[in-house]
């Protein structure tokens, strides 16, 4: 639980998802800061579940955002191209 007067957890948070049984080692990596790592599909400086997620809600609904590869139509391709990128890591 979260304690509003301490600011703090009263339970230490654990990641619930492994880097070692979920992702290849090139990701949960930090990014470079120029822009140049398109996996970060969040744009926080860090490839990690979260941005694949983003990425999945973005491009189940159909967002312009998910066309990863940016030739104006957003289809399977993008999410290859996303899953390639994300394995990749930064
Ligand atoms: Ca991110
Ligand atoms: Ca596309």
């Given at each position: 639980m979260f304690d509003l007067a301490s600011g703090?957890?009263?339970t230490p948070i654990?990641?619930?998802f492994p880097t070692?049984?979920?992702f290849s080692a090139g990701a949960w990596a930090p990014c470079l800061l120029d822009g140049s790592c398109t996996a970060d599909f969040n744009?926080?400086?860090i490839v990690d579940f979260f941005d694949y997620l983003d990425f999945v809600a973005a491009f189940a609904a159909n967002e312009p955002v998910s066309?990863?590869?940016a030739d104006t139509v957003?289809?399977?391709f993008d999410y290859l191209d996303f899953?390639?990128?994300f394995?990749?890591?930064c």
């Open positions: 703090q957890f009263d654990t990641n619930p070692t049984e979920i744009g926080d400086t066309d990863f590869n957003v289809d399977f899953v390639a990128a394995a990749a890591g």
